[in-house]
């Protein structure tokens, strides 16, 4: 990595993890709804959670958001022409949405951020990705097993697609993706996990 290349990676990857820390899920609640997400539902700052309490409409924004900061963070460097490996840079944006800045390093589980960092250098997979997650929901009604199943899913196509690079950050996004979940996993063992009504 050249030394000009150092610093490129330096200024996007903290321009990444701000952008990943804007709270979308709580900038939604106080705007349309006047409450803190925070203190409904789970509390996460997920678009799941902005389902369940703020309803379709406003789930909706956020998850577009959450996605939308992914890609964002992962094109800005080849819009500004820079060095950089995407994918890496992408990954910033993750840990800003999962540990933000803006909302006391208590942020969402990682998925729709994910997503976002997959269609700035993958559509493909990333249509992959939303056919496998909305399957996967209908057939269970788990988010949370649905959202790992998509990871799993994701792993093998970029094995298909023999993308080193790429194989290598899905597989560490999926991995942290089930650790985010590692509570909804023990809750889908004993049943207690809660199923959406909307699908």
């Not at 840990?95 to 997959?118: D, M, N, Q, R």
């Not at 949370?144 to 996004?173: E, F, K, N």
Request: proline letters at 3%; hydrophobic letters at 55%; glycine letters at 10%.
């Amino acid at each position: 990595m050249k030394a000009g290349s150092q610093m490129e990676y330096i200024i996007f990857a903290i321009i990444a993890y701000l952008l990943g820390s804007i709270p979308s899920a709580l900038i939604v609640g106080k705007i349309g709804s006047k409450i803190d997400i925070r203190e409904h539902g789970s509390g996460n700052l997920g678009a799941t959670n902005a389902f369940r309490v703020l309803g379709i409409k406003s789930g909706s924004i956020v998850v577009i958001s959450d996605i939308l900061k992914g890609t964002i963070a992962t094109l800005l460097p080849w819009l500004f022409g820079a060095d950089v490996y995407l994918l890496i840079i992408g990954v910033f944006a993750v840990l800003g949405h999962t540990y933000p800045l803006f909302a006391k390093f208590k942020g969402g589980k990682a998925v729709a951020t994910s997503a976002g960092i997959i269609l700035g250098v993958s559509p493909l997979l990333f249509v992959i990705m939303v056919i496998s997650f909305l399957c996967s929901l209908y057939i269970w009604k788990y988010v949370s097993l649905a959202s790992m199943i998509t990871g799993v899913i994701s792993i093998i196509v970029t094995l298909l697609l023999r993308d080193i690079g790429l194989i290598i950050i899905v597989t560490i996004l999926t991995v942290f993706v089930f650790y985010r979940h590692k509570e909804n996993i023990i809750r889908i063992k004993n049943k207690t996990e809660p199923k959406i009504t909307w699908m």
